[in-house]
């Protein structure tokens, strides 16, 4: 019912910014919760951050202050935006999706990937120096 498509990964040179897109169609009764994965070779998917239905955001602890999401409401898409990469940002990152309660609430577990049950093909990130 609901189709995630990862875009704005590529190549970058470390210090250098990327703001990764994720565009959101289909139909869905609720409000929708959104959230971003990412995952470097060899190692576990781990959450970045959340975007809950009422707009606001939360952040993995290890990450904090790294890492911005915002949404942008006229064109259903939601952004990961990141200055000042360095070499350990390089990963495959994933857009999430999880429909909101019928009030409007999101997961308790929020950086948990169990908790969501739409995912984009992902958009791979290489950081160089």
């Known amino acids: 019912q609901v189709h995630l498509v990862e875009s704005g990964g590529g190549s970058v040179q470390a210090g250098g910014s990327l703001r990764l897109s994720c565009e959101v169609s289909?139909?869905?009764?609720?409000?929708?919760?959104m959230a971003w994965f990412r995952q470097a070779p060899g190692k576990e998917r781990e959450g970045v951050g959340v975007?809950?239905?009422?707009?606001?955001?939360d952040y993995e602890y290890s990450v904090k202050g790294r890492f911005t999401i915002s949404k942008d409401k006229g064109k259903n898409t939601v952004y990961l935006q990141r200055n000042r990469l360095n070499l350990e940002d390089s990963g495959m990152y994933f857009c999430?999706?999880?429909?909101?309660?019928?009030?409007?609430?999101?997961?308790?577990?929020?950086?948990?990937?169990?908790?969501?049950?739409?995912w984009g093909q992902g958009t791979q990130v290489t950081v160089s120096s």
């Open positions: 999430a999706a999880a429909p909101a309660s019928r009030t409007g609430l999101c997961p308790i577990d929020r950086m948990g990937a169990g908790s969501y049950n739409y």
């Open positions: 289909g139909y869905i009764n609720s409000g929708i919760c």
């Open positions: 975007l809950d239905s009422d707009g606001s955001t």
